[in-house]
């Protein structure tokens, strides 16, 4: 016997399947059709591309035998099948960030923790809900030793080599004794009804029942075997959207995509002409767990001719649009394209093309609540499409949103637009914005005071990480420029230049003189007239060689080169024009560097040294008091 430990997260996961989650239980046959589902897809696509496997009388199926006797099921299929090393990797370990993140928002109410199960790719791990033992008899398609996996789903598993006959997958299922409502045959047609009646292929299922046979004095009850096709096996896909129902779409989705949440909407389309495909997306509701992770699983399955050929290519979309699950079925491509002939193929370059239209489309017709939704959810994708996607960069700055210092919420650029054009006098086209990770530090930022003075709104971008790369590349919307308000005077009046360059001429001294104590701590000290209630604020130098090469820094996981600050200071300040009259040498210092690192906290900057700023603060106090 060949004896294994359950990774630890499976280990937890087995755990909760078997002590806690009991809300749902059906979806556990569900999830082991959808397996066999895609067993069969693959064997499909091996029996057409290549010549070992084209066997002329195989029929694809799905059997599911009820045994009331022996108090199990057995689900089985005649797809691709498993090895040993297939079998560790799928049943015994990780292979797969999504059952990780699983287990990390585990919450510990069995409701809610129930419905996360198929949304991360656990479901095998399900049928511990109603299993007592689980065995799994498997033969790889081509290979010659079949396997017996073993486990009761607790720390442990055994792999064994059996004898079978055929290629494909028999689960076998030892019911529990709270499970026994699964011997139904009743029970079980409605769950497949309900969860699996587009899966392409037939469902059959095999049970025993008791029948009046004979006449007369002659009739007994007998127990009579029985067979019957569970399911409609047309691909959901196919048929014509008259014939669909909104619970067709929603029941088909969770079953291939094993979502517990209905979509919030799915785009369902059939061109013809010059190519012709059929595809069908969904946008889930909740953003599935491994978005941003470099290993996330793709959500799209590529169909030729009904041919399932792969779902595991992330080009079939713009990867900012890896939240969107769905079915591509091109009847133009050859059954056997490879992984080189995808991200090549024009076809397929088209359908993808034609595919993104429709998709955001959708996404703009959504009502205002499921919009809201897809904002919340999607938002930072939608800007990473904004900076790679340069064809629809119109259509993605229609939907984006960003929080604002004039609205509640989240507001659109069309929208600001319009607000800017009803201001009085209102002549320049520019969106204000500025960029950092804190928005409660973005909103009370001195540099924004010039900007509410003058009632002019400025966007908040609080994503720092993808708003610094993304809102410069750009350019513009509908004429109207990007403004970074760090990056240039807020908006004067003739008047008010010549008041500046009169203060700067006044303020010469104190600007030598606070240049002098500072030193390399700032790269230039300058008066400004975008404060009105701070003393001073600190702006990048974006004139720095160093300022467009920080993204690229972050890219690379280095640390980001800091940009030098200028210091900015209010002549008209009280605090300043004290400043610019105090004699005592000690105390003009020590108020210099207050005056920079007070401004470097207010843009949630940190003093380049605390303990200095902190003395010196308490220094000043005692020296007021």
């Known amino acids: 016997m060949a004896k294994h430990q359950y990774q630890t997260e499976i280990g937890q996961l087995l755990h909760l399947m078997t002590h806690s989650l009991y809300s749902n239980r059906e979806i556990f046959l569900r999830e082991l059709i959808s397996n066999a589902n895609d067993a069969l897809d693959k064997f499909n696509y091996l029996r057409l591309t290549d010549e070992k496997f084209k066997e002329s009388d195989w029929e694809p199926k799905i059997n599911i035998k009820i045994d009331k006797e022996d108090n199990s099921l057995a689900i089985t299929d005649n797809g691709i099948g498993m090895n040993e090393e297939d079998l ?42 109603v299993a007592e033992r689980v065995d799994v008899i498997t033969k790889k398609a081509g290979e010659e030793t079949a396997y017996k996996f073993s486990s009761d789903g607790t720390g442990e598993f055994e792999i064994n080599p059996v004898i079978k006959d055929e290629h494909g997958t028999v689960v076998y299922i030892k019911l529990k004794e709270d499970a026994k409502e699964f011997l139904d045959p009743w029970r079980v047609r409605e769950i497949v009804k309900k969860y699996s009646d587009h899966i392409p292929y037939p469902i059959f299922m095999h049970y025993e029942t008791e029948e009046m046979v004979g006449e007369g004095d002659d009739a007994k009850m007998q127990k009579v075997k029985k067979s019957e096709q569970v399911n409609e096996a047309k691909a959901l896909w196919t048929l014509p959207k008259s014939e669909l129902k909104d619970e067709d779409y929603i029941e088909f989705y969770s079953t291939l995509w094993h979502d517990s949440e209905e979509p919030l909407t799915w785009i369902h389309n059939k061109a013809e002409g010059t190519l012709e495909y059929t595809t069908l997306f969904y946008i889930p509701r909740t953003a599935p767990a491994d978005i941003f992770r470099a290993d996330f699983k793709p959500g799209v399955k590529l169909y030729v001719k009904r041919v399932f050929i792969t779902d595991d290519e992330k080009e079939l979309l713009p990867l900012y649009l890896r939240f969107v699950r769905g079915i591509i079925d091109s009847e133009d491509l050859p059954l056997n394209v490879s992984r080189e002939m995808l991200q090549e193929n024009r076809i397929l370059a088209n359908i993808k093309q034609a595919s993104v239209k429709k998709i955001l489309s959708a996404i703009k017709k959504l009502d205002e609540e499921k919009f809201a939704r897809f904002i919340e959810q999607y938002n930072k994708l939608i800007k990473e499409g904004i900076f790679t996607d340069h064809l629809n960069k119109e259509t993605l700055l229609e ?3 960003y929080k604002s210092s004039k609205v509640e919420g989240l507001t ?19 969106f204000y914005y500025i960029v950092g990770d804190d928005e409660k530090i973005l909103r009370n930022s001195p540099l924004l005071e010039a900007y509410k003075k003058a009632d002019i709104e400025v966007l908040i971008m609080d994503d720092k990480e993808i708003d610094e790369i993304v809102t410069p590349a750009i350019g513009e919307y509908k004429g109207w420029k990007f403004v970074d308000i760090s990056t240039v005077e807020p908006p004067v009046s003739e008047e008010n230049k010549e008041e500046v360059e009169k203060l ?64 900015e200071v209010n002549p008209k300040h009280p605090l300043v024009e004290k400043l610019s009259k105090l004699e005592d040498e000690k105390l003009f210092e020590e108020s210099a560097w207050v005056l920079l690192d007070s401004a470097k906290l207010a843009e949630g900057l940190e003093p380049s040294d605390k303990s200095a700023f902190a003395k010196r603060v308490s220094d000043l106090l005692g020296r007021a008091l």
Request: net charge neutral.
């Open 504 to 567: 700067a001429q006044e303020c010469k001294p104190l600007i030598e003189k606070l240049k002098k104590v500072l030193g390399d701590a700032v790269k230039e000290v300058r008066v400004t007239t975008r404060l009105s209630e701070s003393p001073s604020c600190v702006v990048p130098d974006s004139s720095d060689p160093m300022a467009s090469m920080r993204h690229l820094f972050r890219q690379m996981g280095q640390e980001e080169p800091e940009l030098p600050l200028i210091l």
């Open 412 to 430: 659109g650029l069309d929208d600001y637009m319009k607000r800017a054009g009803e201001r009085e006098g209102e002549t320049k086209k520019e």
């Open 88 to 129: 560790i990797n799928n049943l015994g370990t990780i292979a797969k960030s999504g059952t990780r993140a699983f287990i990390e928002q585990m919450t510990g109410d069995a409701k809610k923790d129930n419905n996360l199960i198929g949304q991360f790719g656990v479901g095998f791990y399900s049928v511990f809900m």
């Open 399 to 401: 939907i984006v949103r």
